[in-house]
């Protein structure tokens, strides 16, 4: 049973930094890309970030580029998102997810299996 755990949210102020990290178990984990996705109140999911199985190739969303990072350590199955600069519009449920292909895409169909999120909400 595949199981994707997130951790690492909480409330922090303008300008602070967070680490979100995400363990899988159940897969093969360095054979899939990952990805992580937030959605706030009232918007759709948005994807953040992606990283490509062996972590060659990343991309990100235009809103977080520069201030987030995007990381994985295959030897223990586990992702990370380092968040810089925190704005109030990062606020969202942050979700991780994996499990369809080895390449990356910000598109949630990319990806089969997905956490119950973790709440990085922004203060100013």
């Known amino acids: 049973q595949v199981q994707v755990v997130e951790s690492g949210g909480g409330l922090v102020q303008v300008g602070e930094s967070l680490r979100l990290s995400c363990a899988a178990s159940g897969l093969t984990f360095d054979n899939y890309a990952m990805g992580w996705f937030r959605q706030a109140p009232g918007k759709e999911r948005e994807g953040v970030s992606c990283i490509t199985s062996n972590g060659g190739v990343i991309y990100y969303a235009g809103s977080v580029k520069g201030r987030f990072t995007i990381s994985r350590d295959n030897a223990k199955n586990t992702l990370y998102l380092q968040m810089n600069s925190l704005k109030p519009e990062d606020t969202a449920m942050y979700y991780c997810?994996?499990?369809?292909?080895?390449?990356?895409?910000?598109?949630?169909?990319?990806?089969?299996?997905w956490g119950q999120g973790t709440q990085v909400s922004v203060s100013s």
């Open positions: 997810a994996t499990g369809r292909f080895s390449y990356c895409d910000l598109l949630s169909t990319a990806f089969r299996y």
